[in-house]
């Protein structure tokens, strides 16, 4: 099969290592792939070298990474510590100026004839550009750039709302970046309905032209047993920033632990990821969860994490408020094993109800946490008396698989290169990967 290329831009890719938007990534390339296309993927210079060049390594695509992260000076772009400095400086100027460096300074700072250069150097002419916002807008506004440059179509993937646009206060400069690159875009797709719904109502964008292609997992669905290891595990993994906090869910083990002291016994929590959560996990824990037994593991791959959710017995996702119109893609991989998930999380957000129709789900809100501590301990009896903790819904579950999502994925395609032709239907999923590149 003869397959066309697609340029996708994601200015941080990988950055928070092998879960969530890293895999959503690698979903794309592979769909990618099954309709035709071979991808090569933009990115910023890596901020974690040793773990983003072996991420880039096992991309199913080619990787292009430019030698700057973002609007810094080049000696302030090395260090931490220094583009924190930096960022200081845009915030002195004001919220309208931080906004708009965080959104589009990489952009703004890319050099067409590098990317030229590397594009000829791989032989590459792309037909498509797909770009990647997740928080701000960096990846849209290359996107856009390079479709003009190129002239070809581009189609805008909004993995988060981006701040400062229509959650809390907004930024005008920002908002109008990102209104212009709605009404631009030849086609749009978002990761949840909850968030099409709010651009069609608060920025008048026809449901047309937005697609919803919600993230997906690898693989079958689980046979719902968990590997038996003599204790009752229940398993956090992901990031904790953007206002997570296992506060609620360690307050409630704790009470856990008061109310059936043999809970203790064969308790046990596994913590993996990065962030700022992590740190006040780890207060709480060294004075109040002495005795339940603990385990953090630090960032782990991919591969680690899906023993992690063998050995588990209830997994965790927390949802905080401000990320309601937001599906995290954890959620999609703990599905797929047919066991519990505790969703700390709004009772009436989209990922609540997708937990509630998949048979696995026990939701409480971030403040409920003796409502918390009595589904795990109604958990716990169930585990330890030998009975099925879930019943799972194979049926809606198996719509989030990966084998699914190319025929997800070709209306958005199809929009976008109207003018092209039609499109190669073939369903065969071709899994060979091109070379990576770490250009700089």
Known sequence: MSLRSLLMVAPDAFHLGWMGATRRLFHLAEAFRALGYETVLLAGRATVPALQKEIDSEFPGRVLRSRHSGDYPWIFDHFKNSRRIWRITWKARGQEIYGSKLSWGWADKLREGWLLKCLARFGVTPSLVWGVSAGYLAGAMTARRISRLLEIPWVLELHDPPRGVGFGPDKNRVRNGFEELLAEANSIVVTANSYKAKLVKDFDVSPSRIDTVHLSYEGGVSDNIPVENGHFTIAYLGSLDGGRSLRPLLEALKRAARTERSFVRTGRLVLAGKGLGFDDAKKFIADDMVELKIEMLGQISADQASVVLRE???????????????????????????????????????AAAILRHSGLGFIHENDDVNGICNSVLSMWRMWRDGQSLSVPNPDFIKQFSLDRLPAKLKPSLVKATQSLGSLDTTNDVVTSKGDADNAS
């Not at 599906?327 to 989209?350: D, Y």
Request: proline fraction near 10%; charge should be neutral.
């Open 312 to 350: 588990s017995s209830v997994s965790v996702i927390i949802q905080p408020e401000q990320s309601a119109n937001q599906v995290p893609g954890k959620l999609f991989e703990n599905l797929k094993n047919g066991r519990p998930i505790l969703g700390i999380m709004p009772a009436q957000c989209e």
